[in-house]
């Protein structure tokens, strides 16, 4: 419908290192599904492993999303995507556990079931993340990038805690360098899904833009 845009509801179990208080999020409060919901059975594959559709790479992403916010402000690009879809595997066959790795960091994200399924959803893999990302820097890995790497990740810490004004910008600036700051040195934040790497069906390569 024109002039309505739709985000999805997608739930949140943050650990207790983890705060998204400065962060805008455009439906409030996350819950997550209840016991049973969006169930979904699984499936056999005779082939080799491939990832959901609506995260697998691509140059006009199914699901419209900047990793430096939370999953919430992730919006549908096309009409028929429904936030049902989140709670479907990530990949197909299931994996009860998967790897992302990015060309830009120098750590993979281990992405758990975070719900009541016994594999790894959509919605899991947009939720751990953010949630990597909004950890802390440390000293080790900081040391690892470049001068001029380090300069460009400083770069993008002013520029994210500059999105803020009053006590939610001091808030934001206090807490330092994240490791989404380390998406700031070659480029942005826009998610564009997910490639095979060769290296097995639990191990997928992020793309960003």
């Not at 600036?173 to 564009?192: A, N, V």
Request: hydrophobic share 30%; with cysteine.
């Amino acid at each position: 419908m024109p002039g309505k845009h739709v985000h999805f509801d997608i739930p949140s179990t943050p650990s207790p290192s983890f705060s998204t208080s400065t962060l805008p999020s455009s439906i409030g409060p996350f819950t997550p599904p209840s016991a049973g919901s969006y169930h979904v059975p699984l499936p056999s594959s005779p082939g080799p492993t491939q990832v959901n559709p609506l995260i697998a790479l691509s140059a006009v992403p199914p699901v419209e999303w900047d990793v430096a916010f939370p999953p919430s402000s992730a919006k549908p690009s096309r009409g028929d995507i429904t936030k049902h879809a989140l709670y479907k595997p990530a990949t197909t066959p299931p994996q009860p556990e998967i790897r992302i790795v990015c060309s830009r960091l120098p750590w993979p994200i281990v992405v758990k079931p975070v719900g009541n399924t016994a594999y790894v959803t959509i919605s899991d893999v947009f939720l751990c993340i953010y949630e990597s990302l909004r950890h802390n820097l440390g000293e080790h890995d900081y040391y690892h990038f470049t001068g001029e790497q380090r300069r460009h990740m400083s770069d993008s810490y002013i520029r994210r805690y500059s999105r803020f004004t009053g006590e939610a910008a001091f808030t934001e600036k206090s807490k330092g360098l994240k490791r989404i700051d380390c998406l700031g040195i070659y480029g942005g934040t826009r998610f564009l899904g997910l490639s095979s790497t060769k290296e097995g069906p639990h191990v997928w390569q992020m793309h960003v833009s």
